[in-house]
């Protein structure tokens, strides 16, 4: 049964992975994979090891919900167009899963946010269009750096969990 439990937490932290490259909560499905497995065969890993884990996605969710505002503010955006890029990111990511579900998720996250920067800095801080499209560049890219800080996490998370349930 330690093999199969094992199995199970190799297999999940590879599809955690991909589900967090298409913005999905691929970490936490990992995470809460290796803790039911920690509860069926106690011996499997230590809770040391899903708390360090959990510390890893703590910071990893954190960089991706602010990479979208970094993004935006540091391109001369205001608070709003930050705050725009986020929820745009959000609306994005649902409307763009129809189409090619996998890279119209990210695809649409990032657009998204660039769109939501957009409007909010065009639309509530009145500012220019070319200062407009400006933060929507930085707050497109901030995303795209956002999905790839987590994926990193994601890839490290992944890592410490197939180690963990293979060496003592």
């Not at 979208?68 to 391109?75: D, P, S, Y």
């Not at 955006?77 to 709003?80: C, F, H």
């Not at 579900?101 to 996250?109: D, E, L, S």
């Given at each position: 049964?330690?093999?199969?439990?094992?199995a199970?937490?190799v297999?999940?932290s590879l599809?955690?992975?991909?589900?967090?490259?298409?913005?999905?909560?691929?970490?936490?499905v990992?995470?809460?994979?290796?803790a039911?497995c920690?509860?069926?065969?106690?011996?499997?890993?230590?809770?040391?090891?899903i708390?360090?884990?959990v510390a890893i996605?703590?910071?990893?969710?954190?960089?991706?919900?602010?990479a979208?505002?970094?993004?935006?503010?540091?391109?001369g955006?205001?608070?709003?167009s930050?705050?725009?890029?986020?929820?745009?990111?959000?609306?994005?990511?649902?409307?763009?899963?129809?189409?090619v579900?996998?890279?119209?998720?990210?695809?649409?996250?990032i657009?998204g946010?660039?769109?939501g920067?957009?409007?909010?800095?065009?639309?509530i801080a009145?500012?220019?269009?070319?200062?407009?499209?400006?933060v929507?560049g930085?707050?497109a890219?901030?995303?795209?750096?956002?999905?790839l800080?987590k994926?990193?996490g994601?890839?490290?998370?992944?890592?410490v969990?197939?180690v963990?349930?293979?060496?003592?």
């Open positions: 049964m330690h093999y199969l439990a094992a199970i937490v297999l999940m599809t955690g992975v991909a589900l967090t490259l298409l913005t999905l909560p691929g970490i936490w990992m995470i809460a994979a290796a039911a920690t509860l069926w065969q106690p011996g499997l890993m230590s809770w040391w090891t708390g360090a884990c996605a703590l910071l990893a969710e954190a960089a991706e919900f602010a979208c505002a970094v993004g935006a503010r540091t391109t955006g205001s608070r709003s930050a705050v725009g890029s986020i929820v745009g990111a959000l609306i994005g990511a649902v409307a763009g899963t129809p189409f579900p996998p890279i119209g998720t990210v695809v649409g996250a657009v946010a660039g769109l920067a957009l409007a909010a800095e065009r639309g009145s500012g220019t269009w070319k200062g407009s499209t400006k929507a930085g707050a890219a901030g995303r795209a750096a956002g999905l800080i994926t990193i994601a890839v490290a998370i992944g890592a969990l197939c963990a349930v293979f060496v003592p």
